[in-house]
């Protein structure tokens, strides 16, 4: 995978919006480059030219009448330009203005020109850039040379190339913005599918996606809505149908259960054979009467809030301890008292399958703690065994999940629902439950509920 692919999508669509705006900024500032500076250039050697002919005339003018006044000519025309210089048919120099050491001039330049070609050249003397022309003068046998310079050129062409290149550098940057804007504006909808998506997940299976006028994105929700009622509707119906079928066997398990306990308080005069055999079937039948107890709480529609209460979760927790066999006072940790709003027998369940899970799957409970975090009251229960491995943190709260067969008691009768009903009921409560490596070794499983505010 390359690194453009593996950078989140909207990191990748401003970086192409900056690229394509880089480019085209680019190109039209290499095109405004050439065609400016083409232009200037061309207007400066063409003003050159037509000074230095002008002069030369006045040169070759002088040189009949009088070439003693030569010197005050050059002298004047040296004012005007940089400098200018005459060639004389015996090779003496004739400079006026600036000096300038005409073997500094290019030498192919310079050939040009006594060769009987006007000629014009761009050069750099001591660090200027110049412009130099060339112009025989044939009735005279000499040559006129006349050298500008071009400084302020040069430093326009310098702050037009730190315009353009600053001018493409924003060009990029708004590029990126405009990426970031597009980008946040065509994910906006994914957006919305994500946190329904999210919010399904969680459970609610009742969350839609809000109709849209953009013709692209209706497909989209309509599909997402059919999706999420067909799977609303099969909950519901598997919901109604282990409700339906625990209902039903209530009644004969119950005949069973009766059955059994009078069998059992009598096994003792069955022979030994039977007596195992009785003490077998009673405890399948405990087992059965568990998981259809489970199944008739996790059946049940969601709680209505009209049963919640003020309740002390501290409270709470310690009248469990009270009445549950397997705890001692030492396991307790309570660290704070919180309050919560919520269904006390349904948040009892809840710390009770918590204890029988580290009893039953654990090896043992190590800790039940209470605390309270950033206004989120927590229950923490510890246990001793081997841990949950991080890929099944998430399947140990899924429905008949019954953990690893190294960590349960060999008289383990769980049916798996126990972890399916406490995410159910902290769900109720706008909480969430959770499985974490215990600090030591060992689960810690996690239940978050809101505290209410003082």
């Given at each position: 995978m390359s690194l453009v692919s593996r950078l989140p999508l909207r990191a990748r669509v401003m970086a192409w919006f900056s690229l394509v705006s880089l480019v085209v900024a680019g190109a039209l500032a290499v095109a405004t480059w050439h065609l400016s500076t083409g232009y200037m250039l061309g207007q400066r050697e063409r003003s050159a030219i037509a000074q230095a002919n002008g002069n030369a005339r006045l040169v070759e003018a002088q040189l009949r009448r009088n070439p003693d006044g030569l010197a005050e000519l050059m002298t004047g025309l040296g004012a005007e330009v940089e400098s200018a210089v005459l060639l004389v048919d015996d090779g003496d120099w004739i400079s006026g203005g600036n000096r300038v050491d005409p073997l500094r001039l290019p030498a192919a330049f310079l050939d040009t020109v006594r060769g009987g070609q006007g000629a014009h050249q761009r050069t750099v003397l001591d660090g200027v850039p110049v412009l130099a022309v060339g112009l025989p003068l044939p009735d005279q046998s000499a040559t006129y040379v006349e050298v500008s310079p071009m400084r302020e050129l040069d430093r326009t062409f310098r702050f037009?190339?730190?315009?353009?290149?600053?001018?493409?550098?924003?060009?990029?940057?708004?590029?990126?913005?405009?990426?970031?804007?597009?980008?946040?504006?065509?994910?906006?909808?994914?957006?919305?599918?994500?946190?329904?998506?999210?919010?399904?997940?969680?459970?609610?299976?009742?969350?839609?996606?809000?109709?849209?006028?953009?013709?692209?994105?209706?497909?989209?929700?309509?599909?997402?809505?059919?999706?999420?009622?067909?799977?609303?509707?099969?909950?519901?119906?598997?919901?109604?149908?282990?409700?339906?079928?625990?209902?039903?066997?209530?009644?004969?398990?119950?005949?069973?259960?009766?059955?059994?306990?009078?069998?059992?308080?009598?096994?003792?005069?069955?022979?030994?054979?039977?007596?195992?055999?009785?003490?077998?079937?009673?405890?399948?039948?405990?087992r059965f009467r568990r998981m259809v107890d489970d199944l008739l709480e996790i059946s049940r529609p969601d709680q209505d809030r009209s049963t919640f209460e003020l309740v002390d979760l501290a409270g709470l927790v310690l009248a469990v301890t009270e009445h549950h066999a397997a705890l001692s006072p030492e396991v307790l940790d309570v660290a704070a008292h919180p309050w919560i709003t919520g269904d006390r027998r349904r948040l009892e369940r809840v710390v009770v399958n918590l204890v029988d899970n580290a009893t039953r799957h654990g090896k043992g409970l190590v800790r039940l703690g209470i605390t309270s975090r950033d206004g989120r009251a927590r229950i923490e229960v510890d246990d001793a065994g081997s841990g949950v491995p991080a890929p099944d943190r998430e399947r140990v709260f899924e429905r008949f999940s019954r953990g690893s067969p190294a960590d349960r008691e060999a008289t383990d009768s769980g049916a798996g629902l126990g972890l399916a009903l406490v995410t159910q009921h902290v769900r109720g409560h706008d909480g969430r439950a959770w499985v974490e490596e215990r600090p030591g070794g060992g689960a810690r499983f996690v239940v978050e509920l809101p505290e209410v505010a003082e």
């Open positions: 037009l190339s730190w315009l353009l290149v600053a001018g493409a550098v924003v060009s990029a940057l708004a590029g990126a913005l405009l990426g970031r804007w597009a980008a946040t504006h065509a994910l906006r909808p994914l957006r919305r599918v994500t946190a329904a998506a999210a919010e399904a997940a969680r459970g609610d299976l009742a969350v839609r996606l809000p109709a849209t006028g953009d013709p692209d994105l209706v497909p989209l929700a309509e599909a997402f809505n059919d999706t999420a009622e067909r799977l609303q509707q099969r909950v519901a119906r598997d919901t109604r149908f282990a409700g339906d079928v625990s209902h039903e066997l209530r009644s004969p398990l119950t005949t069973m259960l009766n059955a059994m306990a009078v069998l059992y308080r009598r096994r003792e005069e069955l022979p030994a054979g039977s007596r195992q055999a009785v003490e077998l079937l009673d405890t399948d039948l405990r």
